[in-house]
């Protein structure tokens, strides 16, 4: 009779213990593995706020930016806009190449985002872009290229681009 309790009871703590493994594994699959940066308005100032997402795996971190930018591009979710962020990345961006070379990331644009917008829309698709593809880690630096020409100016307005734009020299988000 007592092993017949014992065995029942081993039977059941082996069955708690794949209920556990199923449900860790299910929430996993669920929590945000990346972050892009929307830009909030804060009176007569902008700010980036960070938006968490599930952005999908593989493909290291030059497929990571990728779907990283298409997300900029895409703008907020209707939760994220209903916390008044919004993206200064135009809609019709496309990266055209995206490559790690050690711990800087040279991603090539298309025109069109560089297109519309004055100045502080500018800076914001600028910083949007930076700090999105500097997380999570692995990135410490952004080499910039337009439809494959290197951008050291960037817009009608002349905004001067580091390239490379080093991530240590920028630690805390931009108010502009």
Same mark, same amino acid.
């Given at each position: ?15 708690? %213990?794949? %209920? ?21 308005a804060d009176g007569t100032r902008f700010r980036l706020e960070p938006a968490y997402r599930?952005? *999908? ?17 895409? *703008? ?10 919004? &993206?200064?990345?135009?809609a019709a961006t496309r990266v055209l190449d995206a490559h790690l070379d050690g711990a ?5 644009? &298309? ?6 917008? *004055? &100045? ?22 952004? &080499? %910039? ?32």
């Amino acid at each position: 009779m007592r092993t017949v309790v014992l065995r029942v009871v081993a039977l059941a703590l082996l069955l708690l %213990l794949a %209920l556990v493994a199923v449900l860790t594994v299910r929430t996993l699959h669920r929590l945000p593995n990346t972050v892009v940066y929307f830009v909030a308005a804060d009176g007569t100032r902008f700010r980036l706020e960070p938006a968490y997402r599930r952005g *999908g795996g593989g493909g290291g971190a030059a497929a990571r930016a990728e779907r990283q930018i298409a997300a900029l591009a895409a *703008g907020p979710t209707a939760s994220e806009a209903a916390r008044g962020l919004s &993206s200064a990345v135009p809609a019709a961006t496309r990266v055209l190449d995206a490559h790690l070379d050690g711990a800087t990331l040279t991603i090539d644009l &298309s025109a069109a985002f560089e297109s519309g917008g *004055g &100045s502080a829309s500018m800076m914001g698709r600028l910083d949007q872009l930076f700090y999105t593809v500097t997380r999570p880690d692995g990135v410490d630096a952004v &080499s %910039l290229e337009i439809e494959g020409q290197p951008v050291t100016t960037f817009g009608g307005e002349g905004i001067l681009v580091d390239n490379p734009w080093l991530r240590a020299d920028h630690p805390d988000r931009p108010v502009w």
